[in-house]
């Protein structure tokens, strides 16, 4: 299914470009640009034609082919990424936008809706919320009222299925939009007069911390530069969905570091039978790139922070903590350490996630 989705964009997004460039466009341009048989792209525009995606243009069939218009200019979605995490109940949800705009009409609308979202957070144009399984009645409507909600969250298979309700622009954006975005499955619609209620469904995804520290040394490096180099380096290997990288600021205040002392920690959203891969090429990645021989790697699975991992990363923000008590505390919560003496600060840096950016940056602040 999600290839299929994902070969429709491509063409589509390909031939609404030529149609602005040239005003035109024939199979052959098409196939020839994208490598593509002929008769593929000439079942497609068949298939666009009956959906009212394209269109022929009268009087052009000849010895030179047939010419096609794709028929809107629209963007084909606003929706670019959409992708979930799940930890016990809870499910994290993943919107990439086309515009910080659309996130942040879509935040602000399910944060007023209530329903299940229990936490929202923008950054730029990735939407970020947390909801709870379950199902909670919730009111839609014209303002004053919100225009979109999730009103349930399910697992199913190893598949999250979320429950939403919309009118207006949301309603058109459940319908025509959100199902070609990376990472849906399917959506399910049933319409009752304005409002339009929707089925998204996506996998099950397992959500991966990796915290990075010490790797730099008198000599050279920087951990965030680092950090940054795996997130790409990662990100390239199949089953994974990037979602972002955090600095992390520890106690300036101990002899070890090598300048402000901060830290850096990776989240990811990977597929579960890729866990073991991911993990080997981190640390792999790291002990390969680090300037420092006492480079640290800290990985755990989950979006929520044991109160044990959250306390350790408080005592490195404001005193001098143990690689013994980071060992203790790793093995009670389910994280892995490697390498060195960094596996302190990697273990740390994982310990804040969650918290936000002006709170990680600043030690003072209490967690």
Known sequence: MSRVLERRRQLLSLMRQVTLESGSFTIAEIAVTLGLPRSTVQDWVKRLEAEGCVAGQVGSRGRYGARFVAISAMPHSTCRRVFTTIDGD??????????????????????????????????????????????????????????????????????????????????YSLTEMIGHADGVLEVRLE????????????????????????????????????????????????????????????????????????????????????????????VRFVSDEAFSPEWGVAIRSGFQVPEALREFAASARTGHVTREEAVAVASGTGATLHGGRGAIGALAAIGTAGATIEVQLDPAVPL
Do not use: W
């Open 90 to 171: 809870e499910v994290a949800i993943f919107h990439k936008c086309l515009s910080s705009a659309c996130a942040g009409f879509c935040g602000y609308h399910h944060r007023a809706a209530g329903g299940v979202i229990e936490s929202v957070e923008r950054d730029g144009n990735l939407l970020r919320e947390t909801a709870r399984v379950g199902r909670r009645r919730l009111d839609i409507g014209l303002p004053p009222l919100p225009a979109v909600g999730v009103e349930g969250v399910r697992l199913e298979d190893g598949l999250v299925i979320q429950e939403l309700r919309s009118i207006g622009g949301p309603a």
């Open 191 to 282: 319409r009752a007069g304005a409002l339009t209620r929707a089925e998204v469904v996506t996998r099950a995804l397992v959500h991966i911390l990796i915290g990075i520290d010490d790797t730099d040394a008198a000599g050279g490096g920087a951990t965030f530069a680092l950090a940054l180099a795996l997130l790409q380096h990662l990100a390239r290997l199949e089953g994974v969905q990037p979602i972002g990288h955090r600095v992390v600021m520890l106690d300036p205040g101990i002899a070890e570091r090598t300048a402000g002392n901060a830290c850096s920690y990776l989240e990811l959203a990977v597929e579960p039978g890729v866990l073991a891969t991911v993990a080997h090429h981190a």
